[in-house]
């Protein structure tokens, strides 16, 4: 079955045009392997598992190989695989949700985009979190253990997202994490505290290198005060402006989220 | 081989006198009576000239006489014998082996205060005395709020430590005043910024600055007896010098006495290097105006001037615990009170516990938790 999907996928790709019935939900495989990465089995395994992933939340998750995105269009990888969720009519439901990570095996570039939902569900920051998960698996060949894992982390994510909490710039922190915060820096100020009262307390002799309690009743004449101007510098420092990234995710004027890198 | 010393009797009663700091007179323990400085000075001055004659004639029979003696070359004594001294307490007659140094002390026998008028005749008479205007009582009150003012010290310490010992010491300084002439260079700068873009502009201006004067010091201390500790004597420094008095022993019966033994040469070097300092100090806080300020030299000259000899009012006071000794020194006019505690690590950690559970509930409720786990976390995303 796979072998068939796989010459359909190619076909219609290449031809640039898609038949109506292909682009239903229902007729393009979630796991689009041109490049005959995974076994039959393999292939089988996650198409399942991605199209129970899709339907539980709503939210396509889509996996495609090609061996040069150059191929299918013109741009970026970023547009090319817009431009594929766009020409297909890819993604779940009226908003046309899903997420859809593309490699290109011809220079090892990918890129993960997102669409409707999607982009509430995978922030930018949750995209950085997803990429780290597979791209050391696709850096070693691993191609199903990659996108095994691709697939679980949309799961977490898109759960997450479903119990409106996506992931993204500190989503993750929980009460326990307050409480363990306030717990050490409590700790290290009451130490910081402690230290220098038991400090003050312990009130050690010194040797007294100061005699100003026996200066003399007006016992202090300044008779030369000269201060001269010598020179000027100046020094020139880039600011660094940090991103100010507070959380959430960067759509584009098609509705697109994304991001792209080698693996 | 008793040499003579001599205590203030009462003129009533024959009992013995003792200074007290508070109504700065001699009181008799006895009858009640009591004394001013003066008028037991102009009762005793006779008395203690032929003291200090009878002293210094034993002292010379002594000399002539000890060559007649074949002394073990391994005594007892040892070369300590040539720093004791021998008296004979004009009370209970006694014989009191005390140091040489040992101007004013009291009989372990009948308790008498006693006095040595050698010690401080000619040319060792002290010029000044600060009499003692805080008493015993005070002092051991004094340690009690040392302790209190110390929540790490072990509850054991203040409750199974007992004072060993207490004693009014007039502590034998020198004062030292002097001139000096001072002047000092300076790098002093002032720095601005401004943003201009993408860039942070810094400005420094940069100033040589000089500043020359002279500083006078009147009686500057150094404690001039090798048996105080430096440190102790510094701490419990300021002494009021206002209060200076011209030296009569009728101030120290009821205390301890000491003559120097740490000559104006040696002390003139501690001395000489706090006017230094200090005059240093006070032409860098002259330099005002700039954001920073760096001393680059510094010649300082001092002119000596007049040296007294006084004595100064301390009370000392051991405490033995765990087998260890602590030393407590207070100022006997100012009240000024220093020495090391020990510090309980159980306490410690107590304390730290205690501040952490109120620091910590007061960082989770303000939101400060909250704020540095986003900070965390934005970190390392």
Redesign the interface.
């Known amino acids: 079955m796979k072998r068939t999907l796989v010459l359909l996928c190619i076909l219609t790709l290449m031809l640039g045009c898609l038949p109506p019935a292909f682009a239903a939900e229902d007729d393009f495989p979630y796991i689009c392997d041109t490049e005959l990465l995974l076994t039959d089995e393999e292939w089988t395994t996650l198409e399942r598992r991605a199209k129970v992933i899709s339907e539980q939340f709503a939210c396509a998750v889509y996996f495609v190989t090609v061996e040069n995105y150059q191929d299918y269009g013109s741009g970026s990888i970023y547009e090319v695989a817009k431009n594929i969720y766009l020409e297909y009519d890819l993604g779940w439901g009226e908003e046309k949700s899903g997420v859809l990570l593309l490699l290109s095996m011809y220079d090892r570039d990918y890129t993960l985009i997102a669409y409707g939902y999607g982009n509430t569900a995978f922030t930018d ?1 949750g995209k ?1 979190y997803l990429s780290e998960q597979f791209l050391d698996d696709f850096a070693d060949n691993d191609w199903a253990e990659g996108c095994q894992d691709y697939l679980a982390t949309c799961g977490e994510m898109l759960k997450m997202a479903r119990e409106g909490n996506p992931l993204d ?2 989503s ?2 929980r009460t326990w ?3 363990v ?3 050490v ?3 290290l ?3 910081v ?2 230290n220098a ?2 400090r003050k ?16 009743p007006g ?21 660094e ?1 940090s991103s100010g ?1 507070s959380g959430g995710t960067t759509i584009d004027s098609q509705g697109f989220s994304g991001k792209s890198g080698k693996f | 081989m008793a040499s003579k010393i001599t205590n203030y009797q009462c003129p009533a009663c024959t009992g013995p006198l003792h200074f007290v700091g508070g109504s700065g007179k001699l009181e008799c323990d006895y009858c009640g009576s009591s004394f001013s400085v003066a008028e037991i000075e102009a009762l005793y001055a006779e008395k203690e000239a032929a003291a200090a004659e009878a002293a210094a004639k034993e002292e010379e029979k002594a000399a002539q006489e000890e060559g007649s003696w074949e002394i073990p070359p391994e005594s007892d004594w040892g070369e300590d014998a040539a720093h004791m001294r021998a008296y004979s307490c004009p009370s209970c007659g006694a014989e009191l082996i005390c140091d040489e140094t040992t101007a004013a002390t009291s009989c372990p026998y009948c308790g008498n205060p006693t006095i040595v008028p050698g010690q401080f005749a000619g040319a060792l008479r002290p010029d000044y005395v600060i009499p003692f205007k805080l008493d015993h009582e005070a002092a051991k009150k004094a340690l009690k709020e040392h302790y209190r ?5 072990p509850k054991v310490f203040s409750q199974a430590n007992h004072i060993e010992e207490i004693k009014g010491v007039y502590v034998p300084f020198w004062l030292f005043d002097a001139d000096v002439d001072a ?1 000092a260079t300076f790098h ?1 700068a002032n720095v601005s910024s401004r ?2 873009g ?24 150094a404690d001039a007896s090798s048996k105080m ?4 004597m ?2 419990i ?2 002494f009021d ?1 206002s209060e200076l008095k011209p030296f009569s022993t009728a101030y120290l019966p009821g205390y301890l006495a000491d003559k120097y033994d740490v000559d104006v040469a040696t002390c003139g070097q501690r ?1 000489d ?3 230094k ?2 005059a240093a ?3 860098y806080q ?1 330099v005002t105006g700039y954001t920073s300020v760096s001393q680059e030299s510094l010649q300082a000259r001092i002119r000596h001037g007049a040296v007294h000899y006084a004595l100064m009012p301390v009370w000392m006071l051991t405490t033995d615990w765990n087998g260890k000794k602590y030393l407590f ?1 207070m100022n006997g006019q100012t009240g000024k009170f ?4 020990p ?1 309980s690590k159980a306490r ?1 950690w107590a ?3 205690i ?10 409720v303000s939101g ?3 704020l ?3 900070i ?3 970190l390392f ?1």
């Not at chain 1, 050690?204 to 309690?213: D, G, Q, R, Y």
């Not at chain 1, 201060?227 to 020139?236: E, K």
């Not at chain 2, 220093?338 to 505690?341: I, T």
């Not at chain 2, 501040?355 to 989770?364: C, F």
């Open positions: 920051y950085d710039i500190g993750r922190v994490h307050i409480v915060a306030s717990i820096l409590g700790f100020l009451a130490l505290i402690c009262w038991s307390c312990r009130k050690k002799t010194a040797l007294n290198m100061e005699a100003s309690n026996y200066l003399a016992g202090m004449d300044i008779t030369l005060r000269d201060d001269q101007y010598s020179h000027t510098t100046q020094t020139r420092t880039k600011i402006r990234s | 003012k110390n929540p790490f010290l002047n002093a943003e201009e993408d860039y942070r502009v810094t400005t420094t201006v940069h100033y040589n600055v000089q500043r020359g004067g002279t500083v006078q010091f009147l009686h500057v201390p500790a430096d440190d102790y510094d701490s420094e300021p010098f001395a290097r706090r006017c300092q200090t100090n006070l032409l002259d020194a220093v020495g090391e505690l510090s410690f304390l730290t516990g501040l952490t559970a109120v620091l910590s509930t007061l960082i989770g400060i938790g909250w540095c786990v986003q965390l976390a934005a995303a």
